[in-house]
């Protein structure tokens, strides 16, 4: 009998490739569609296992499942069997390779006892006191009347720890079961045990917690006969067989079990059984694709089937995106290093990639992927050079409005003549009416007269002002170059991470980059201190034409504001129309060219620091003006910016010694334990392409071309909650999948997977229309059921 439709006899063809993915171990990078068995310890799960697969299971009373088993069903000619450990991940890499290496012999399958206690042997449960294992026992069994299926048989549940089993032992068990049935693509099989109350069993609580409205859950009644005929507990399990109390959207099936007196008997004879058992009281109210095993193997094909199909679209998206991101790790992680050459080469290719990225951060050229989005703060952390540009450009504008200590003021703004406070942009700093200071300066003057002549001043005058002043200078520009250092080490480590695996980084930051770094910023914090040293001892030196400039724009200004009171105070508010009016004559001119020519100054000491205080402000701002151009280009451009380009270079790389270069390249434990994790996602490629290579060797007689406008198009890469988009008519607007983008941008180089093709044009190309015309196909087919 066929449990198959004829339609869909490559269903077994797609199973192979999940089963093949998850053989693998990628069903620990992502989910995969599965069959999931897990019930309460003696619920009879075994007895399912052996109704559909016609193999007999442990199912001795004192003897539980300790381990996952994966049984893999397909229909074959020949009879085959196939027995082997998946190592559970976390395992070291020698004790993984043991278990791999476990053979059983094919002839043993008539009870599987024998083999469950070898299995138990290899992964160390009948020693060192441990009860249960997160390896993997796979079955693979082939025949002509074994359906095309693939199952997971968990590990029974137990609610409460015993002598053989720890408490440790039960969290264990339900973290694993929980584990397995809450990958969002299994089918969880959950079974229950008539010969108890369902509402004790936690497993369909425990299903309920990862599927709440029942969508993926298919539960399976066990030992029917043991319930007392016209009994409350057969009403109970009949109305949930019913699905009329713990519901679920694929319903519930019952099976009969074999028991100890007919154990003995045939797969045949067992199913006869079965069957007269159903065909009479309240069983056979049921529908009969809910009874009995031989209607339970198609129905859980068919449920597998539609659930993969269902899935098929995202399970791609989620294989490209882990290529890529296993792409991306191999190339952070680098090539295998462990010799002292290949050490260095990989330090020398790290170098490239860093001083490449630093480099384009100085220069100020954003072109790589590594700056993203300028409008996020993290995309403006790295570019360096739009940081230090602007906070000099803040520097210079805080310089302006805050670099001085005292703010001199007109005597106009302050008729007082004491200080006042000027609130500035950024901080508060004293103001003095300009008699006030030029009381002091006189002050000042008077203690430190030396030979000069009255009316005149000591130049020495003008610098002794000019520190006073300058003070703020000091504390403002360390400020800044703190800012800029922390934003260029900031920069350096981004990159660094972005160029090297963590270990990697630590140990060049640590070695290498640090103390490079540490050397600049001393270089640069060394030229501030002699930028800074001319303007706070010493004596005033310009040779810039600013200076007197400036000078005479402050006597100019002055004179201005006293003509100005002059006018004013002549003419009054009255004639601000007509200053020439009849009464104005040529008394009035003399009188107004009089006032306009102010006596001379008559005190020569008032004259002297009015003229020294003239001289401060001009140099003042020449020397400010200075000050910021030169910490901008001769500190932090020539110590900083420029020496940080060679802080990590292929000729750094070259000078280091080899111990030092095995310290720091050569890879820790979590590196090759990751690059074995990623490098085992070559397999998912090397699946993906042999399957379709298969396929299209298989079907080369009935495959139409791609370029033919009748032949089915690619399920659309926009899939809504896992469902698929069949088109009939042609739609020349459909993309392609992200497989094949992947598969085309990659070309030979698949990130360190070594899988090079002969021919990349014509053999990615036939490779990718397979895999298009296979989600198209089982989408067909979906459809029309």
């Not at 079990?257 to 109210?285: C, I, M, P, Y």
């Not at 000042?444 to 000069?452: A, S, Y």
């Not at 071309?705 to 469902?723: A, R």
Request: contains cysteine; hydrophobic residues 35%; charged residues 30%.
């Amino acid at each position: 009998m066929d449990m198959l439709p004829h339609h869909f006899k490559d269903q077994g063809e797609l199973l192979d490739i999940i089963d093949e993915l998850r053989s693998h171990g990628l069903n620990s990078y992502i989910s995969l569609p599965q069959l999931v068995v897990c019930g309460d310890q003696s619920a009879g799960k075994s007895s399912v296992l052996e109704g559909i697969s016609g193999v007999p299971f442990p199912t001795k009373d004192n003897l539980c499942t300790r381990f996952a088993t994966e049984v893999v069903l397909r229909r074959d000619a020949k009879s085959r069997a196939h027995v082997t450990i998946l190592p559970d991940g976390d395992r070291p890499d020698e004790e993984k390779e043991e278990l791999r290496g476990f053979k059983a012999p094919t002839s043993g399958l008539e009870d599987l006892s024998d083999l469950a206690e070898m299995a138990k042997d290899r992964m160390g449960l009948n020693r060192n006191g441990k009860a249960f294992s997160r390896d993997i026992l796979r079955i693979e069994l082939s025949g002509p009347d074994q359906p095309h299926l693939t199952l997971v048989d968990l590990p029974g549940l137990i609610h409460a720890e015993s002598k053989q089993q720890s408490a440790q032992d039960v969290n264990l068990l339900a973290s694993l079961v929980r584990d397995y049935i809450a990958n969002p693509r299994s089918i969880v099989l959950a079974v229950v045990s008539a010969k108890n109350d369902y509402a004790n069993q936690v497993v369909t609580k425990f299903a309920r917690e990862v599927d709440a409205k029942g969508l993926r859950t298919l539960g399976v009644i066990t030992k029917p006969d043991m319930l007392h005929i016209g009994s409350e507990s057969e009403a109970a399990y009949l109305g949930l067989a019913r699905n009329e109390d713990v519901q679920f959207r694929l319903g519930w099936h019952v099976i009969r079990n074999r028991d100890f007196d007919t154990k003995h008997l045939s797969r045949a004879e067992r199913d006869e059984t079965e069957r007269a058992f159903f065909s009479n009281g309240v069983w056979q109210t049921l529908p009969l694709h809910s009874l009995g095993v031989e209607s339970l193997r198609p129905r859980l094909s068919n449920v597998l089937k539609d659930q993969i199909i269902s899935e098929l679209p995202a399970l791609i998206r989620d294989i490209e995106s882990g290529l890529a991101d296993s792409r991306n790790r191999i190339r952070y992680l680098g090539d295998p290093r462990g010799t002292a050459s290949e050490q260095r080469l990989y330090l020398i290719r790290i170098s490239e990639g860093f001083s490449s990225l630093l480099r384009s951060a100085i220069d100020g050229v954003y072109d790589r992927d590594f700056f993203g989005d300028a409008r996020t703060d993290a995309g403006f952390k790295k570019r360096l050079r739009a940081v230090v540009q602007d906070l000099l450009l803040d520097f210079a504008q805080v310089m302006q409005t805050d670099g001085h200590l005292e703010q001199i003021l007109s005597d106009d703004d302050d008729n007082s003549g004491s200080y006042v406070t000027v609130a500035a942009s950024t901080a508060s700093r004293r103001g003095i009416s300009r008699s006030a200071y030029l009381e002091a300066v006189g002050q000042l003057m008077r203690r430190t007269r030396g030979r000069e002549l009255p009316g005149t001043f000591d130049p020495m005058i003008v610098g002794d002002l000019f520190f006073n002043r300058s003070q703020p200078w000091a504390d403002l520009v360390h400020g800044y170059i703190d800012q800029i250092v922390a934003a260029a080490r900031t920069t350096v480590e981004l990159i660094l991470t972005r160029s090297a695996d963590g270990f990697t980084a630590e140990c060049l930051l640590r070695e290498i980059i640090n103390p490079a770094f540490e050397g600049y910023v001393e270089k640069l914090r060394q030229k501030v201190e002699d930028i800074l040293r001319p303007h706070r001892r010493g004596h005033p030196i310009t040779y810039n034409h600013y200076f007197t400039d400036t000078i005479q724009k402050a006597r100019r200004d002055h004179a201005k504001k006293q003509q100005s009171k002059i006018l004013h105070s002549f003419f009054g508010n009255e004639s601000r129309s007509a200053p020439y009016g009849p009464s104005f004559d040529d008394a009035d001119m003399e009188k107004l060219l009089e006032a306009l020519n102010p006596e001379l100054e008559g005190s020569m000491d008032r004259f002297a620091c009015l003229e020294a205080t003239y001289c401060m402000e001009a140099y003042y701002k020449v020397a400010m003006k200075t000050l910021v151009d030169n910490i901008a280009v001769l500190s932090v451009e020539s110590c900083l910016l420029e020496g940080l380009k060679d802080a990590f270079t292929a000729q750094t790389v070259m000078r280091l010694d080899d111990d030092l270069v095995r310290k720091i390249a050569a890879e820790n434990e979590e590196s090759v334990k990751e690059r074995s994790r990623v490098l085992s996602t070559k397999v998912l490629r090397d699946i993906l392409d042999s399957e379709m290579n298969e396929y299209d060797d298989l079907n080369a007689d009935k495959t139409l071309d791609t370029d033919d406008m009748d032949s089915p198009l690619p399920i659309s890469g926009d899939v809504n909650d896992g469902s698929h988009d069949c088109h009939q008519e042609p739609d020349h607007s459909v993309k392609t999948t992200g497989l094949q983008e992947a598969t085309r941008d990659a070309g030979d180089d698949w990130g360190g997977f070594g899988l090079i093709h002969k021919d990349p044009d014509s053999t990615v190309k036939s490779k990718k229309r397979s895999l298009r015309h296979r989600v198209a196909m089982f989408g067909d087919v979906a459809m029309k059921e």
